[in-house]
C-alpha cells in the first residue's frame, strides 16, 4: 500500500474512531443519530448507511457538521502552526 493510501486510511479511522467515541460519550446509537440526521436534514439515512459512510470514509463535511449539531459540537478547523 502507498504512503498516500495509508494517509488515507489513517484519517478514515481517526474519524470513524472519532464519531463512534462521542456517540457513546453521548449515550447514542447510529440508529438514533440517523433518525435525527433525517428529521434535522429531510435527507433519509439509516444505520447502515452512516456506518458505510464511516467505514469507507465517505462522510461529506455537511454530514459531519450536523452529526456534530446533533452531539452538541461545533466543528472548527484550528490553526496547528503558522501558515508559511
Known amino acids: 500500500m502507498s504512503i498516500y493510501a495509508n494517509m488515507i486510511m489513517e484519517k478514515m ?3 470513524r474512531t ?3 467515541l462521542l456517540l457513546t460519550e453521548n449515550e447514542m446509537s447510529i440508529t438514533k443519530l440517523a433518525r435525527e440526521m433525517t428529521k434535522i436534514s429531510g435527507h433519509n439515512y439509516s444505520r447502515s448507511n452512516i456506518s458505510q459512510k464511516l467505514s ?3 462522510l461529506k463535511y455537511e454530514e459531519a457538521k450536523l452529526i456534530g449539531q446533533i452531539l452538541g459540537y461545533d466543528l472548527k478547523f484550528v490553526r496547528k502552526k503558522p501558515y508559511v
Open 56 to 58: 469507507r470514509g465517505t
Open 13 to 15: 479511522m481517526n474519524v
Open 18 to 20: 472519532d464519531i463512534k
